[in-house]
């Protein structure tokens, strides 16, 4: 791995699914990312970020470009965008318009974040491809250029080949543009945003994977482009805080049992309350199922504040990164309100106290 110096300070940023949980409706579910956005904003952190997910019992984060519009009405100085939209479910012009009128409601302070994977399952998949408007997956890196031209100010130029040319923009009068970003779990994002000259993100919350050699292949492969003059990274990671260990690994168990059926091929359900959780075996019995919770809870950072903080120090300083996105993957207990979530914000809350005012000190 490149040898990469250690952060002055650490940024911190949050990753949003917007879990829905047992008897908890998608309203409910969606009002409490709300408040976890407002309480990001209100303690420093860099950026909110949803993701793109179909058709999961579990996740609510279906649309992040409404879930973005929602979100940037609510704070006031924080970055909002998507982590990310996967454009071989769409348009690519419906994506540059979407985030340019996102621009224009939030100047300054929308990320357009796009990821190469479907976000689900082939039949979901082939439902969201059927009307024939979205992206050819093999033209993903010119979809790419075309989205950056679409939502810039100049706009686009579709030149005919029987001579002649044809304006196009995202929106008609643009001041700013988004910032777009690539992610991936794979040394192909990786080599795509070098070449292109874009900031990557790794998702190494969901797989950490090959993340030595996606970063090296992305910081040596770099090329400086009019978006970016040097390589531009943050890593994501799911972390639980709480007051107490006790309490952090009770509100990590719900999640942890998700994933653990996620990767075993089972049946996805609502979250789990941590109560429903304690009350289940490891992992329904299921050896499998048990072996990949094990190997999950070893990736997260799950304990009190210093604990958690300590790992975020070091995690950023090992791949030299100065910024750290945090999936917040805390429970709720049986008599939590719906429409909030209070380990999550929580967790936010303990890290801030930690992290961010380090970081306000460095400066």
Partial sequence: MTETPAPASLA??????????????????????????????????????????????????????????????????????????MLPNHSPLVVAEQFAALEALAPDRIDLGIGRAPGSDPVISQLLRMSGTTSDVERFPSHITDILSLVSPEGATVRFASGGEYGVHATPAAAGA??????GSSDYSAQLAAHLGLPYVFANHFSGDGLERALDLYRTGFVASEWLSEPATFLTINAVAAPTDEEAQARALPQLRAMARLRSNKPSIPLETIEQAQAGSVADADPAAEDNLRRM????????????????????????????????????????????????????????????????TAK
């Fill in 178 to 183: 988004p910032q777009v970003w690539l992610l």
């Fill in 297 to 360: 809870r070893s990736r997260w950072l799950v304990g009190d504040a210093a604990h958690v903080a300590s790992e975020l120090r070091a995690f950023a300083t090992r791949y030299g990164v100065n910024e750290v996105m945090v999936s917040p993957v805390s429970g709720s207990f049986d008599g939590e309100a719906m429409d909030a979530a209070p380990g999550r914000v929580q967790t936010l809350g303990l890290l801030a106290s930690e992290l961010i005012a380090d970081a306000a």
């Fill in 12 to 85: 911190l940023s949050v990753l949003d699914l917007v879990p829905v949980r047992t008897a908890q409706s998608s309203a409910q579910a969606i009002a409490a990312s709300m408040r976890l956005a407002e309480a990001a904003d209100e303690l420093g952190y860099t950026r909110y970020w949803f993701a793109e997910h179909h058709n999961m019992p579990s996740v609510a984060s279906t649309t992040p470009p409404v879930l973005v519009a929602a979100a940037s009405a609510r704070t006031a100085r924080i970055r909002v965008g998507s982590g990310g939209v």
